[in-house]
């Protein structure tokens, strides 16, 4: 939306310069997460072909604006009908700096078959990978961490901020912290319906240089404070969000580094709920990149759910 005012690259740890994306073909609101997820929304009184091909066709959107700003992409097709969440990968796989990758317990046992072995196969052949850390096991103690969706990651500072839920256990959560050596920052949330978030990703994303969190979510004040303070102490700006703009997924964005610059991936319903002020303070440090997804929204997951960032160093 407007031209970075420093057209030099900045590349960074924080942000990847790739991608994996699934282009699904039986998208539809996940009825097994509807449970603690209230951001979800009903597919529309259609035929179900028809919203799972706009699902598709907006990831194919996606994918074609994010090769147009150099950002490489991965696009894997999904040809199951039994995994209606797999527009959104993050949630089971994340890659490091370093050639790590870990695999995630997830929540509910639909979304395990989203675990594919031809993501980690190409991850292997095309990025330097030292080792992968498999915590799948943990989902049969009933032990849950949805990746990047449970925790946002300052990797940069290596903190891990994550909202308590059903799908981010304290056990698991700590047992990533040990091996991929990051600080747990847990705090409860509480929306206005009184549940807990979901997923961290949705009330927070963490950039280079700014912060974008919703606040008014956390409930202890001393915590609150604590995360905040934490996020200025690395010099980054702070800017907070509203329950209403959480709600429109003004948090559910992603950092990306492309060779002119950082880009912030964000849907329109993100871009639109932001202010005025919220606009012109992130333009200071970030390109917009506004994406319409309002099919793939109504699964409550936004742009930063589709994109699985790689960490990795490319194979020359």
């Not at 035929?47 to 090769?67: F, G, Y």
């Not at 103690?141 to 300052?154: H, I, N, P, Q, R």
């Not at 950092?255 to 639109?272: F, H, K, M, V």
């Not at 970030?286 to 790689?310: H, N, Q």
Request: a negative charge; charged letters at 25%; aromatic letters at 8%.
């Amino acid at each position: 939306m407007t031209a970075l005012k420093n057209a030099q690259p900045r590349f960074s740890v924080q942000s990847p310069r790739a991608v994996v994306m699934i282009r699904p073909q039986y998208f539809h609101p996940n009825p097994d997460t509807a449970v603690d997820n209230a951001y979800q929304k009903q597919a529309p009184n259609e035929n179900p072909e028809e919203t799972a091909k706009r699902a598709s066709s907006e990831v194919d959107r996606v994918a074609e604006v994010l090769r147009e700003k150099q950002i490489r992409v991965h696009l894997f097709e999904d040809t199951r009908n039994q995994t209606p969440d797999s527009v959104f990968p993050n949630n089971w796989f994340s890659t490091h700096s370093g050639g790590h990758i870990a695999i995630y317990p997830m929540f509910s046992a639909n979304r395990r078959k989203e675990r594919r072995q031809d993501i980690i196969d190409m991850l292997k052949a095309e990025y330097h990978v030292q080792d992968i850390m498999d915590y799948s096991g943990l989902e049969f103690d009933d032990l849950y961490l949805e990746g990047t969706g449970a925790m946002v990651l300052d990797h940069i500072e290596r903190v891990a901020y994550t909202a308590q839920s059903n799908r981010a256990n304290p056990i698991a959560l700590e047992r990533f912290c040990a091996h991929f050596n990051y600080e747990p920052m847990a705090f409860e949330t509480r929306d206005e319906s009184g549940s807990a978030v979901y997923h961290t990703n949705v009330m927070m994303s963490i950039g280079s240089e700014f912060a974008v969190v919703g606040t008014e979510l956390i409930i202890n004040r001393k915590r609150r404070d604590e995360v905040v303070n934490r996020l200025q102490s690395t010099g980054r700006e702070v800017i907070e969000l509203s329950n209403h703009q959480i709600g429109l997924f003004a948090g559910n964005v992603l950092e990306l580094s492309s060779p002119d610059g950082r880009l912030l991936a964000l849907s329109r319903t993100a871009y639109d709920a932001l202010t005025g002020m919220q606009r012109t303070l992130l333009e200071r440090h970030i390109e917009f990149v506004v994406l319409d997804i309002p099919t793939i929204e109504l699964a409550g997951g936004s742009i930063r759910c589709m994109l699985a960032g790689i960490h990795l160093a490319r194979r020359s």
